[in-house]
């Protein structure tokens, strides 16, 4: 199956600090990716679809000024958690469409921790 | 809102069957996938049903009613390397999916 490459897979930061995650399509290119967040126990609740060279789409609720998503080539969308707070600690998870079926492919994860 | 419920926990013995139900109301339907996720990874995909009925898959097996808004999912042969937690989700709309909160279960020798 198609890969989708996510980095870092950890992080541990202070509070205020700013977090950027990518995501990668490995073997095939995204024109949209999707930006998950989940919380233990919890569903994966997606918080924005990244659109490659044109602004990324937002889910109610999300703060689109606090998770800035950015997906500027074929094969690369980033998410950058400004000003980072203990309450945005949680897993987040990329996924990618590689195919006509809507099958997605995740990238590994990264698990934020706030301190 | 996207609506998708699961059972939350289930045990079974190693070699049995086990079926994991899922209900979902949606804006849109355009599939409905399992997703198998094992503890702080990413979820790996089982399973993909657009029409009624039933697919078949090694000892996977996921059944699909788009009127009753239902699907299941069946593991045969139970292996221990099978507890996980089995989430369902329903692609409503340009390729979104909604997650139910997924269904944990536990193998035990």
């Known amino acids: 199956g198609a890969v989708v490459s996510q980095h870092p897979s950890r992080v541990i930061c202070k509070s205020g600090t700013s977090v950027k995650i990518e995501c990668r399509s490995l073997?095939?290119?995204?024109?949209?990716m999707f930006w998950y967040r989940q919380f233990p126990k919890q569903s994966l609740m997606l918080m924005a679809t990244?659109?490659?060279?044109?602004?990324?789409?937002?889910e109610q609720g999300v703060e689109k000024d606090k998770f800035l998503i950015n997906h500027a080539s074929l094969t690369l969308s980033t998410l950058t958690v400004t000003s980072a707070h203990p309450e945005d600690s949680s897993f987040y998870i990329c996924?990618?469409?590689?195919?006509?079926?809507?099958?997605?492919?995740f990238g590994s994860g990264t698990q934020l921790s706030v301190l | 809102g996207q609506n998708i419920d699961q059972p939350t926990e289930m045990t079974a013995t190693e070699g049995a069957i086990v079926q994991i139900n899922c209900t979902y109301q949606?804006?849109?339907?355009?599939?409905l996938f399992w997703y198998q996720q094992h503890a702080g990874e990413a979820p790996t995909f089982l399973s993909y049903?657009?029409?009624?009925g039933l697919e078949e898959k090694g000892r996977f097996s996921s059944f699909l009613s788009r009127s009753k808004g239902y699907s299941y999912l069946l593991l045969k042969e139970l292996q221990m390397k099978d507890s996980a937690s089995y989430l369902c989700?329903?692609?409503?709309?340009?390729?979104?999916?909604?997650f139910g909160k997924g269904n944990q279960v536990v193998v035990i020798p």
């Open positions: 996924s990618a469409n590689a195919g006509a079926d809507e099958k997605l492919f």
């Open positions: 073997d095939f290119q995204a024109t949209t």
């Open positions: 990244s659109n490659e060279g044109s602004k990324a789409t937002y």
């Open positions: 949606t804006s849109g339907f355009n599939g």
């Open positions: 049903n657009v029409l009624d």
């Open positions: 989700a329903v692609s409503y709309g340009n390729n979104r999916l909604a």
